[in-house]
């Protein structure tokens, strides 16, 4: 396995730290060897359970039909078969789908922010009654599974000719998103003092514009953290879009994925597995500069919700 | 001041569009269905009433029965499974690993943010054993071991489902548990050693009371999303083989677009929602009355 020898060495040295943070001053050094031995045997079993399977994945995408049919499943590529991507991206349509995800997510990631931020703001920052009944009712929106809107929602974009679009998509995924971000948005809304819109207020500033240009700056690391919360939500959604997808041409990433084996003929491993590494390292890219962000984000909402 | 604060015209103005957006997507659409649940068509042929047939057909039919249980002995392991690996995860980030835990923290973290789909795929490959014998086979080939049919029957399937969504989540809960913990006083772990706990009886008696909420949170939050288990089963087993592993969320979607029944599959979603909330419910019960004892 390729990928032991740097994970080993990894772990090694997460595991001279701790042993460095160790409580010192202890009898029984034999006892504590043994213990840091066994971490270090747990931490890089870990390591290769959760790396290995997209290492073998990505050098499958890499390989022949005939290298991949005929080789073992351990082996190296004997060729190393980028053009696989290449047949992905424009015969496997993975480009074409790609855009229609962008298409999709992006104008309702915008919508989301924009809407559950201003919400969050009239329900936390300002006063008035039945705001936390308000509250409440985009609540009921966490818990209820989505396929208790589908069937109607499918009927009325029918009607209203939005079939053979990206709004029904748009449209859904707005709705969708609504309730977890207006609840998170009010919940970052808490820690920002009244007295600061007062302030702002009594400068003449009105209520709307205290929002805009005062309050959004303020909670701007919020926004990108739901922001980010929202974005893996959508892009890895495949319910919605498989149900408001009927047209081929509309597939988004997910949707073209689970049917690119059919349209490919079975036989073309080598460019799947390249659409599927297109679709996992695109993901992958985005936790690699923003992890933090996104593990708070994302337990963050947990807790809350 | 309160005078500003209160304007209710800017407060229609911030909170309209998204409670209109909300109300028109959700809301409104929520009741509809209750409405189609009566009725028996589609929307290209258009509906009937059909009374109370289509709950009738629900207490009667066995795929029904089979998917609910199915569904429910889902959510039950996987809950288990991703909560236990996840509070095992978080005790060694705590205790072994302390400061330098972020590296692997971050590591087991990220199947979280994959796209399901693309995962299903990649563990249908990776647990095969034709065309190619897949990794997982070929470890069992080489301690000698015949290679197994991981989608040939239910109870294989299932594991693999199971393995896969343990994989795919513990990071998830281990960084939940890990903020609960650490959320524990040093003092207090530190007087329980000087009175002589020490191992297993610390974690017992200290660190699993005092990290109770958290943990319960983690339960319903889990509950709540297995309950709902749709795109990693769709990608990983289509539900097969035969409907063994078709839970309540796939066999509404085959109900209403395989076979264009819309009132049924209404009547399916809203059986769904039920157990959903009935389920929250009783873990949140639960979880009150530990707390009081505890």
Redesign the interface.
Known sequence: MAVDTPLKT?SAR?GG??AR?GRPGRPRHGRRLG?RLW?KA??AV??V??????V??FL?SLKSNDD??NH???SLPTHWEWSNYSAAWTTGHIGLYVRNSLLAVLPSLA?ILL??A??G???Q????KGRSL?LL??LA?I??????????????Y??AGLSGTLWPLI??Y???G??LT?FMMATYYKSVP?EL??AA?IDGA???RA?WSISLPVVRNAVLTVGLVQF?FL?????IA??FTNDQDLRT??VG??NFTGDFGATQ?GP??AA?CI??FG??L??LFL??K??KG??GG??K? | ??R?????R??A???G???L??S???????L??LG?AFTKGN??DGFTGNGVANFSRLLTDPAVHQALWFTLKYAVVVTVGQVAAGYL?AL?YVF??????A?????????????????G???Q??FQVA?????VN?LLNAVGIESVDWFGSAGHAFWVLIIMDI?RSM??YA??LF?GLVDIPDEVLESARLDGASGLRLIRHIVLPLSLP?LM??VI?SV?GT??V??SL??LTGGGPGNSTTPL?LY??QT??TYSD?GY??T???L??VV??MV?LVVFRVSRRDLTKG
């Open positions: 990894a997460i730290r701790t943070n213990r971490v747990v931490v870990l390591l359970v959760e790396v290995y399977p997209l073998w994945m499958t991949y049919l073992s499943t351990w919508l809407l559950g201003a919400a703001f009239a329900l920052i300002m006063v008035w308000t009712l985009f929106g818990m209820v599974p989505s396929q208790m809107i589908l069937l109607p929602l499918f009927t009325v029918f009607q449209l859904t707005t709705g969708t609504l309730p207006v009244r819109f007062e207020t009105g209520i709307l929002f893996f892009w890895n959604d495949l319910l498989l149900t990433i997910q994925l689970l491993y799947l597995f599927i679709n996992v993901t992958l985005v936790y992890n933090q996104v593990m994302l337990t947990a807790v919700g | 001041m309160h500003v604060l209160g304007d209710r800017a407060v103005v911030l909170l569009p998204a409670l957006v909300y028109l997507i959700m809301l409104v659409p929520m509809w269905s189609y929307t290209i995860l060694l072994f690993l302390k400061k330098a835990s590296l692997v923290r971050t590591l087991v973290f990220f199947p979280v943010v994959l796209p399901t789909v693309a995962v795929l990649l563990f490959k990776f065309p190619q014998t897949g990794p070929s994989w990071g998830f960084v939940l903020a958290v949170s983690s939050f709540n309950l709902k749709f795109d769709v990608a969320t509404m979607f209403s677009f819309y599959g209404s399916i979603a809203l769904l929602t959903c909330l929250t």
